[in-house]
């Protein structure tokens, strides 16, 4: 994997991070020690990006991953990017207060072992935070006092990004795969004249781009592609893409004859992302350690040629977009 900046940090990031949500919470059980292991396989492959937040049960992604890397001899240079807002309860624009993220803030850095935050990203705030510039404030202030080194904003849609660069963050964690191209239309040249790094999030669909689901295939209660199928817990966006499974299911086995030979289609789903310069980092979960080597090895496939490009264009615009494009 070639790295690629980080923004402004100085930081040098390999584009196939690690999306930690998996190994927290709400996709189904999974064992410490398999959260353990498939951190530790990621790392072993050369990742050095890791994507987490203080909601993902409650603290156990955030601790997960700080024992992860103290076995490993500390943080070294691996870069941990957590998230804060979402223990709001109500989730609400009045809620984004400083003392509540600074609150928040606290808490990550006792769970992850660290004494300043690499980033703190705001976790999908209700639109009207992003025209809170006194929040925004409070964060530069906490990077004053030694608790963030940076922050940036994990938004729901392309308008929310582009209001967000009005202030200055580092980087923007969006939606960004086959099944959700906007940010291509609307976020990407903006992002990249003015030197926001782009954190490609749900980077295979919740799974949809692995190409192994079926119109039959079962989730467990406590995962979220069973209870928020229709945006019941949190946004619908963020489960398929908002793509209705069936539908989802069709664009995949139009778009499986065009995976080349030897690659499996959730490599070449994540190289897709790669193709897309402004991207930084994408960031796909994993349970377990197969799929953490195979999300790792996605950065050394060939690029995809202009015709598969404009195959997997034509595939998102006759099918996908009309679902999506204008809602996100």
């Known amino acids: 994997m070639h790295p690629r900046p980080f923004s402004r940090t ?13 190994i927290g919470a709400d996709w189904g059980a999974v064992s410490d020690r398999d959260a353990e292991a498939a951190l530790n396989a990621a790392l072993d492959k050369g990742v050095n990006f890791i994507d987490t937040a203080d909601v993902y049960g409650m603290g156990r992604s955030e601790k997960l991953i700080a024992r992860v890397l ?3 001899g500390g943080k070294k240079d691996i870069v941990v990017a957590t998230k804060a807002g979402r223990k709001l309860s109500p989730h609400v624009a009045e809620g984004y207060t400083v003392p509540a993220i600074t609150g928040f803030v606290e808490q990550s850095l006792k769970n992850l072992e660290v004494d300043a935050l690499d980033v703190l ?13 006194a929040l925004f404030d409070g964060l530069e202030k906490l990077v004053q006092a030694g608790k963030l080194k940076y922050y940036g904003v994990s938004v729901q849609d392309v308008d929310e990004a582009v209001k967000a660069m009005d202030y200055p963050i580092v980087s923007i964690q969006i939606i960004f795969n086959m ?33 192994k689901m079926k119109p039959d295939t079962k989730f467990g209660q406590d995962d979220h592609r069973n209870y928020n199928i229709h945006g019941e817990a949190f946004d619908v966006g963020e489960t398929f893409s908002g793509v209705p499974y069936d539908i989802g299911l069709a664009a995949v086995e139009k778009l499986r004859p065009l995976v080349p030979g030897g690659a499996t289609m959730a490599a070449w789903a994540l190289r897709w992302i790669l193709m897309h310069d402004a991207v930084t980092v994408a960031i796909p979960g ?32 006759s099918d996908i977009r009309p679902l999506v494009h204008h809602r996100w």
């Open 10 to 22: 100085g930081w040098q990031v390999n584009p196939i991070g690690f999306g930690a949500w998996a």
């Open 70 to 72: 103290k076995s490993r």
């Open 121 to 133: 990203q705001l976790h999908c705030p209700p639109t009207p935070v992003y025209s809170n510039a």
């Open 179 to 211: 099944l959700r191209q906007k940010p291509i239309d609307k976020l990407f040249d903006l992002a990249k004249k003015k030197n926001v790094a782009i954190i490609a999030r749900v980077p295979l669909a919740s799974g949809l781009l692995t190409g």
């Open 286 to 317: 994993a349970k377990n350690v197969a799929q953490a080597e195979s999300n790792a090895a996605a950065g050394d496939l060939q690029a995809l040629t202009p015709e598969q490009m404009a195959a997997v264009r034509q595939i998102y615009d």
